[in-house]
Nanobody, 125 residues
Framework: QLQLVEAGGGLVQAGDSLTLSCTIT????????LGWFRQAPGKDRDFVAA????????YYADSVKDRFTISRDKAKNTMYLQMNSLKPEDTAVYYC??????????????????WGQGTQVTVSS
């Protein structure tokens, strides 16, 4: 059983930067892929970015590509989301998730087996 805990959310202004972290405990992550999703009020949980724990390959939603960077630190069992040039439309609760995912499934929240509790990111204009 894996446990995920996000941290780093907050209130920022448009154009600011913020880094989220997701610390994973409970089991080896070998063979897992990890992802960041976000959910605004009344909307679906949308894919933001994903990374392979073993190979470090990264994948992004078009809306955040060139502004957000996903990374992982294997020694700390932690994944990060560096968010630059934040916009008001980035406002949402951000969740990290993981599972033994094939590549074609990483963009769909219902394929993930484990989730964190979420962290609020609010970007004011």
């Amino acid at each position: 059983q894996l446990q995920l805990v996000e941290a780093g959310g907050g209130l920022v202004q448009a154009g600011d930067s913020l880094t989220l972290s997701c610390t994973i405990t409970g089991s080896s992550l070998s063979g897992y892929r990890l992802g960041w999703f976000r959910q605004a009020p009344g909307k679906d949980r949308d894919f933001v970015a994903a990374i392979g724990w073993n190979d470090g390959r990264t994948y992004y939603a078009d809306s955040v590509k060139d502004r957000f960077t996903i990374s992982r630190d294997k020694a700390k069992n932690t994944m990060y989301l560096q968010m630059n040039s934040l916009k008001p439309e980035d406002t949402a609760v951000y969740y990290c998730g993981t599972g033994r995912l094939i590549l074609s499934s990483i963009r769909y929240a219902n394929n993930y087996s484990y989730w964190g509790q979420g962290t609020q990111v609010t970007v004011s204009s």
